[in-house]
């Protein structure tokens, strides 16, 4: 669970309504069913016509990372990296095998079969750096679902606020009604940049960094095992993994 993120969200939605209530106009002003549909309701349409499917519904899968982000424990896996070095230095690679059937992972199934199978160091890294490669971009799209959320907001807000305005201008002739067309109008503008700043950008960001985190792991995973295909010391190895998350 990732704490800040979890105090964060609460956070923000805290900011806006005792912002609103400190300023004099209430909770109440802050909601504008015109408003939502244009700035929110237009903000999913705009990103559907950007994104793919596969990339939206990815992207879709990924928003839990913001607060549950993959386990990754850079100790335990340095820990079972060394421990396939020195089974592989005692007993040879075929004493590996058990391990890639115990190994749920897909990636490190994939390296550490390749490394049973005797494959060259370069092979290994070739192969890994592709599908390491292909994941970070594949994850990095879909980030950016939200980064592309957070750029159509704001202006969708000002369109919002244009139109709310464009009705002001219609009913000019009773005073009555300019003061709650004005505050309605604006409200538009909240949502846009609210969402963007408070929701949509900060959540493209957290997960770009859980991404990268995500790649460094895995580009200590291909290290270690082109490090065992090397029959490096496991000292060596352990050492050499370390200075990846220093």
């Known amino acids: 669970m990732d704490i800040l993120s979890v105090i964060g969200f609460p956070l923000a939605f805290l900011v806006l309504i005792v912002g609103s209530i400190l300023k004099g106009s209430g909770v109440a002003a802050l909601w504008g069913p015109a408003a939502f549909v244009i700035v929110i309701i237009g903000t999913i349409s705009s990103i559907l016509v950007q994104t793919p499917l596969a990339t939206f519904k990815h992207g879709m899968k990924m928003a839990k990372w913001v607060f549950m982000p993959p386990k990754m424990d850079s100790k335990v896996m340095i820990q079972k990296i060394v421990d396939w070095s020195n089974a592989a230095r005692k007993q040879g690679l075929l004493a590996l095998e058990a391990s890639v059937e115990a190994e749920t992972d897909s990636f490190i199934k994939k390296g550490l079969q390749l490394l049973v199978d005797g494959s060259e160091p370069d092979m290994i890294r070739s192969v890994l750096e592709v599908e390491l490669t292909t994941k970070e971009h ?41 003061g709650h067309g004005i505050a309605a109008a604006f409200v538009a503008t909240i949502y846009g940049i609210g969402a ?29 095992l082109i490090s065992i295909s090397r029959g490096e010391n496991p000292r060596n190895i352990e050492a050499k993994l370390q200075g990846f998350f220093h």
């Open 138 to 178: 594949f994850d990095l799209q879909g980030a950016k679902v939200f980064e592309g959320m957070g750029i159509y907001a704001p202006t969708l807000g000002i369109i919002g606020a244009v139109m709310g305005l464009m009705s002001v201008m219609a009913n000019l002739a009773d005073p009555s009604k300019l």
């Open 196 to 224: 963007a700043n408070l929701f949509l950008l900060p959540m493209a960001s957290k997960l770009k960094a859980v991404v990268a985190d995500q790649t460094r792991m895995r580009e200590m995973i291909v290290e270690g």
